[in-house]
């Protein structure tokens, strides 16, 4: 019988920003991961086509023996994972862009939201601004093409420089000193955005939180799992493992063997 394992996807590889995270909070975990290059970008698609993958990639994650999965994917978490609850007997763990901490934060009244457009056109997004923001002014940013900069492996180039210095200027005019990483891949541009941006303009993500809450969820659903065991990492993907299998290893800082999903 193989081990139970947690699941983790993302339409990519932003999600290995969260499953950084996810490593360092529960060491002995085994997990098993998810890229659909063969799809991504999400952040162009329509909620019902984000579900059908979430779908698919559920199915061939609990194939894997996932037992708990972490939806590393801010556009798939709005536009899916009331869904996915309702049609899945396991727990699902998903995104939340880091709002209510921002608007703790700052000090101007202003903060910035960068996103997908499809993140952004969700309802479960201004739903979080309107909870948590109030009398904070939240200005959001679609960032198209950056996902997919970041899936080239091209996160320090003068066109991924261009692109960011677009999106973030007009929240900058407008006095933002907190920008919010709403999906993740862009912690993986964090280093570009913040020499863009200058040192006094925080940038948070969630991926830590994420991490925490997973870890509650694993050991509230299995207590069994929480004996010191060797860790383990099985990475798949509906793109070409050879080009994932890259980026994935100079993204994670290590070599990382990407296997195609069938
Ligand atoms: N990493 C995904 C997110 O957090 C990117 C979505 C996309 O593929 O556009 O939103």
Known sequence: MSPIKIGVFDSGLGGLSVLKELVAALPSAQFVYVSDAGHCPYGGKRASEIIDRAEAITDFLLLHSAKLIVVA?????????????????????????????????????????????????????????????????????????????????????????????????PLLAEGADVLVLGCTHYPFLRAVIQQEVGPNVALLDTGAAVARRTATVWAAEQPSAAVPGVGGLQLFTSGDPAVVSAVASQLWGSPLLVERMR
């Open 73 to 169: 994917c801010n556009t798939a978490t709005i536009a899916a994972i009331e869904s996915l609850r309702a049609s899945y007997a396991v727990s699902f763990v998903g995104m939340e862009p880091a709002v209510k901490p921002a608007a703790a934060l700052t000090k101007s009244g202003v903060v910035g939201v960068l996103a997908t457009g499809a993140a952004l056109a969700g309802e479960k997004l201004h739903k979080l601004i309107e909870r948590h923001a109030a009398g904070v002014r939240v200005l959001t940013q679609p960032c198209p093409g950056l996902v997919e900069r970041v899936e080239a492996g091209l996160v320090d180039s003068a066109e991924t420089r261009v692109l960011v210095r677009r999106y973030v200027e």
